[in-house]
């Protein structure tokens, strides 16, 4: 079982940054993938970033490409998304996930199998 708890979401103006950490119990970064995945009032939950634990190979939908940048710690087994140039079309409460390496497309919200229950962001134009 892996526990996922998200933090760093918040209200931004349009332009500003925000950090956005996911801590993970129940299983180390080293073996899995961490996903960043987002979903607005009245949309399908989207894919935004993702990295592998052991090569740090990361993934990133072309929305957000040269913006946001995903990053891990395994000692801390946290993940991280740094997320610049912030855009109303950003606003979302966006979700950390988890899945095997190696277990299909990591862009791909059907191959998580661990979600955190997500934050709140919001971005001001």
């Known amino acids: 079982q892996v526990h996922l708890v998200e933090s760093g979401g918040g209200l931004v103006q349009a332009g500003g940054s925000l950090r956005l950490s996911c801590a993970a119990s129940?299983?180390?970064?080293?073996?899995?993938?961490m996903g960043w995945f987002r979903q607005a009032p009245g949309k399908e939950r989207e894919f935004v970033a993702a990295i592998s634990g052991s090569a740090g190979n990361t993934l990133y939908a072309d929305s957000v490409k040269g913006r946001f940048a995903i990053s891990s710690d395994n000692a801390k087994n946290t993940a991280y998304l740094q997320m610049n140039s912030l855009k109303p079309e950003d606003t979302a409460v966006y979700h950390c996930a988890v899945k095997p390496y190696g277990s299909g497309t990591n862009y791909d919200v059907r191959n998580y199998e661990y979600w955190g229950q997500g934050t709140q962001v919001t971005v001001s134009s």
């Open positions: 129940g299983r180390t970064f080293s073996t899995a993938v």
